[in-house]
């Protein structure tokens, strides 16, 4: 399937709403200035696709305010917010080492990081990560002075070569508007986790301590900080390089991920379908042994639930349309319709609708998983409230009702459990044993046949007998027909 990566523009301001900080990028720059960048290697804003910074590193007689090999800014107190990565895109003829160097102020640090750049005349976005490594611990959220930034690092290589430069960034990986990296492990527990910032996972090296690599990993990150109670991590409102599925569903393999970029290629993520305009993913992959929910509407090419079946009645609660042939060969499907003195009534239908419990009748044989394909799944509700509802959390079933493969009601006691994927009884009659079905009263038939023998008694919905039939409802022999 072909995806669309969304683009997310960055707006020129002190925070963004990503809480990500704009060093600088060109946008509110004129073209022909220095756009605000030190004396260095010829500073000047030009166009290549968008306003960037064009700089030609000169020979450097020494000295900190005559070095001419690097771009350089003043941030003065910027305030980290516990962000500690430099991202920046560069386009330059080689392939070589970046430097980035981080100053404090009154020399409090100078703490520098090298990325690799392997795309020569092609812009490539690199990342350096201040968050780890030596000297890492002396940044503070107000002690910054200046930038610099070395495409060629302390050498004279480069010299008289073109470099372009946009779209510096301090980034880290925000929820709810503070760094992750401030929450404490397993402290994000709602049902759905939305993320801004930068999620990326990669490495630089440490030139201040001998080229050793630094690594950050942000798929590592939230699999530490959320809890098996997330069920939809929502990061469409960030910028994803790199993703690692596997990773963030570890602890819930029913973990949903709207990605908005297709750098995954793992069971359950969402990404926008280009061609046919709407969120999709290749495959969804189920157990209900886990939680399970979706903040969205979204489509899904395949679908595989981990949800043992027995032979006989089973009760089932899906978030998509199912019809009664895809749970087995001879599976009839019957909706909860009204509970009496004596009776819990269900009745006889040819399909489910999503988000709607039901049971699954006469399934042929015992089964692990179910398969489906070309599937439209739907929001999970806020609430599943009534006498028959669903269950897509494994909870405690003590005082409810279940109903076995025979169709009997069995109450739960103390220990008893309900997975995922099923449904309940809230209640039952004491005088009711076991569920009582009735055939659907509106069948959809093609046509309707009558002679002058046997006739069958036709009326229409205003009682009056008839025997001519065109396209409409009729009750034939007590019953409610549509005639197609």
């Known amino acids: 399937m072909k995806r669309k990566f969304l683009v997310f523009a960055m707006t020129l301001m002190a925070m963004t709403a990503s809480a990500q900080i704009v060093v600088w990028n060109g946008e509110d720059k004129e073209v022909g200035s220095d756009g605000g960048f030190w004396n260095r290697a ?40 516990g962000l500690r990565r430099i991202s920046l895109r560069i386009k330059m003829a080689d392939k070589e080492n970046v430097e980035v160097q981080l100053e404090g102020k009154d020399g409090a640090f100078n703490i520098k990081r090298a990325a690799y750049y392997d795309t020569p005349d092609e812009w490539k976005t690199l990342v350096f990560e201040f968050g780890a490594g030596s000297e890492a611990d002396k940044i503070t959220d107000t ?14 290589a480069g010299e008289g070569k073109t470099i372009y430069i946009d779209d ?26 939305i993320v801004t910032g930068a999620v990326r996972k990669g490495e630089c090296s440490d030139l201040n301590n001998s080229w050793e690599e630094v690594y950050y990993n942000d798929y590592d990150l939230l699999y530490k900080k959320m809890s098996a109670d997330v069920c939809f991590l929502n990061l469409a409102g960030a910028i994803v390089t790199d993703g690692d599925g596997p990773r963030l569903r570890a602890k819930n393999p029913n973990l949903l991920i709207l990605s908005p970029a297709a750098f995954f290629d793992n069971d359950n993520v969402i990404c926008w379908d280009e061609i046919n305009t709407r969120n999709s993913t290749n495959k969804m992959v189920l157990s209900d042994a886990y ?4 903040s969205i509407n979204f489509y899904a090419e395949n679908v595989e639930v981990t949800r043992n079946l027995k032979a006989g009645i089973n009760t089932l609660y899906l ?85 076995n493969d025979s169709g009997q009601f069995q ?60 396209k409409g409802i009729y009750i034939i022999n007590g019953k409610k027909v549509i005639v197609k």
């Open 42 to 81: 010829d500073p000047t804003v030009v166009e290549d696709g968008s306003k960037c910074l064009k700089i030609k590193p000169k020979a450097n007689p020494g000295g900190w305010d005559q070095e001419h090999h690097n771009a350089a800014i003043g941030i003065g107190d910027v305030n980290f917010k």
């Open 143 to 156: 002690n910054s002075h200046a930038l610099a930034i070395w495409p060629y690092q302390e050498t004279a």
């Open 168 to 193: 510096i960034m301090i980034e880290g990986t925000i929820v709810g508007g503070a760094p992750l990296s401030s929450m404490a492990d397993e402290s994000l527990t709602n049902q759905q986790v």
């Open 291 to 294: 939680p399970f929910y979706s």
């Open 319 to 403: 978030p998509f349309y199912v019809g009664e042939t895809e749970i087995s060969t001879n599976c009839k499907i019957a909706t909860y319709t009204s509970t009496s003195a004596t009776d819990v009534t269900f009745t006889y239908a040819n399909h489910a609708d999503a988000n709607v419990p039901f049971l699954a009748t006469d399934v042929d044989a015992d089964a692990e998983k179910l398969n489906f394909t070309e599937k439209g799944v739907v929001a999970t509700p806020t609430s599943s409230e009534g006498v028959f509802v669903g269950v897509y959390k494994p909870q405690s079933a003590k005082d409810l009702y279940g109903i």
């Open 411 to 470: 109450k739960g006691g103390t220990s008893a459990t309900i997975n995922s994927f099923r449904a309940l009884l809230t209640s039952v009659p004491a005088a009711a044993h076991e569920v009582s079905f009735v055939e659907d009263e509106t069948t959809a038939i093609n046509s309707i046949k009558t002679t002058n023998g046997s006739q069958d008694a036709v009326y229409t919905l205003q009682g009056v007998r008839t025997n001519s039939i065109s």
